[in-house]
């Protein structure tokens, strides 16, 4: 099946510091997905972004399909930026199995 | 609100005895699926449903069962529940082609089995 890498896997931020994460995935896919999971465990979607650019408000995000990687750019960050940050592709000729990469934890400090 | 519904948010349980998480959708979707993630190893598929009375297993199907005898609704069951099925489990939907549209997730189930 398809691999999804993310990195980096562990970040700390300053509050008010920006930064990138980057999603790598091995194969053609029809939709990728970020989410954000908050310390109540909730998952909640941020992105759908098979390709191009989005942004939504801190954040956004840049899909590069034909090179097979993604990126999620959060600026300004805030200490409600913590959590744990998913990238999540269906494989193109699969099952429309959601496949997750494991995650980039980020705390920000005050 | 368009949404999926999951209940309960948390339960304990003891080993064997048979319960049934709840899933709704409010948004007409065709595609219905559940997840389990566990620490070390992510979020993985259980079962998915393409539309009523369509199910096929996901990843990680042993030891659970689901039905989708109407659109809205994607019970999942635990028929004798085990301690290594104590996890946080995710109910999501889509529409259509579902890789075209992108999935919602419900708010989650922290299930505990002792």
């Known amino acids: 099946g398809i691999q999804v890498e993310q990195s980096p896997p562990d970040l700390i931020l300053q509050e008010g510091a920006n930064s990138t994460l980057r999603c790598n995935f091995s194969d053609s896919v029809n939709n990728l997905q970020w989410f954000h999971q908050n310390p109540w465990g909730q998952l909640i979607n941020l992105f759908y972004i098979p390709s191009g650019t989005k942004q939504n408000g801190r954040l956004s995000a840049t899909t590069v399909a034909t090179e097979r990687y993604s990126l999620l750019y959060i600026s300004s960050s805030q200490t409600t930026d913590s959590g744990v940050y998913f990238c999540?592709?269906?494989?193109?000729?699969?099952?429309?199995?959601?496949?997750f990469g494991k995650g980039n934890q980020v705390v920000v400090i005050p | 609100e368009a949404q999926v519904t999951q209940n309960p948010r948390y339960l304990i349980t003891v080993t064997g005895k048979k319960l049934t998480v709840t899933c709704s959708q409010n948004m007409n979707h065709e595609y219905m699926s559940w997840y389990r993630q566990d620490p070390g190893l992510g979020l993985r598929q259980i079962y998915y449903s393409m539309n009523v009375e369509v199910t096929d297993k996901g990843d990680v199907p042993e030891g659970y069962k689901v039905s989708r005898k109407e659109k809205r609704n994607f019970p999942l069951i635990l028929e004798s529940p085990s301690p290594n099925q104590t996890s946080l489990y995710f109910c999501?939907?889509?529409?259509?082609?579902?890789?075209?549209?992108?999935?919602?997730f419900g708010s989650g189930t922290r299930l505990t089995v002792v």
């Open positions: 999501a939907s889509s529409s259509g082609q579902a890789s075209y549209y992108g999935y919602t």
């Open positions: 999540a592709v269906v494989e193109k000729y699969g099952n429309n199995r959601l496949a």
